[in-house]
C-alpha cells in the first residue's frame, strides 16, 4: 500500500515538461508547465480498501483555462493498479464545475 504514494506524485512531478525559454509565463527559464500539490489524502473504504487521493493545479505556458485541476484517485485490488483521474479548467473549476468532478471523484470504487 505505502508504495503506491510516493510513485504517483514522482510521477507528477517529474512530468515538467522542458522547453527552450528564457523566461515564459512566470515560469522559470527552460520550463513550460507546473504542477502544486493542493490536497494529499489515505482514505479507507468500509471493506478496508485504501485510497490515496491527491489534487494538483497544473498550469502550462500556453496559459489554457488558468490551469487544469487534477483530482487523482488510486488504490491496489487483485494486484493491479486502479486509477482515477478528473480534469477540470480553473476557469471552470470556480463556475460551478468543482461540484461535479469532486462528486465523480469522491464516486470511485473497486470492488
Known amino acids: 500500500g505505502g508504495?503506491?504514494?510516493p510513485c504517483l506524485v514522482a510521477a507528477?512531478?517529474?512530468?515538467?515538461?522542458?522547453?527552450?525559454?528564457?523566461s515564459e509565463g512566470g515560469f522559470a527559464p527552460?520550463?513550460?508547465s507546473a504542477a502544486s500539490l493542493l490536497?494529499?489524502?489515505?482514505?479507507?473504504?468500509?471493506?478496508?480498501?485504501?485510497?490515496?487521493k491527491y489534487e494538483l493545479l497544473v498550469r502550462a505556458a500556453d496559459g489554457?483555462?488558468?490551469?487544469r485541476h487534477q483530482l487523482i484517485s488510486g488504490t491496489v485490488s487483485g494486484g493491479k493498479l486502479w486509477i482515477c483521474k478528473v480534469q477540470v479548467g480553473d476557469k471552470r473549476w470556480?463556475?460551478?464545475?468543482?461540484?461535479e468532478a469532486v462528486g465523480a471523484f469522491n464516486s470511485f470504487t473497486v470492488a
Open 94 to 99: 470556480f463556475k460551478g464545475a468543482k461540484k
Open 30 to 32: 527552460n520550463r513550460v
Open 12 to 22: 507528477w512531478f517529474t512530468a515538467n515538461l522542458p522547453g527552450q525559454t528564457i
Open 3 to 5: 508504495v503506491l504514494w
Open 64 to 67: 489554457d483555462e488558468g490551469g
Open 39 to 52: 490536497d494529499v489524502k489515505e482514505e479507507t473504504d468500509k471493506k478496508g480498501k485504501k485510497y490515496y
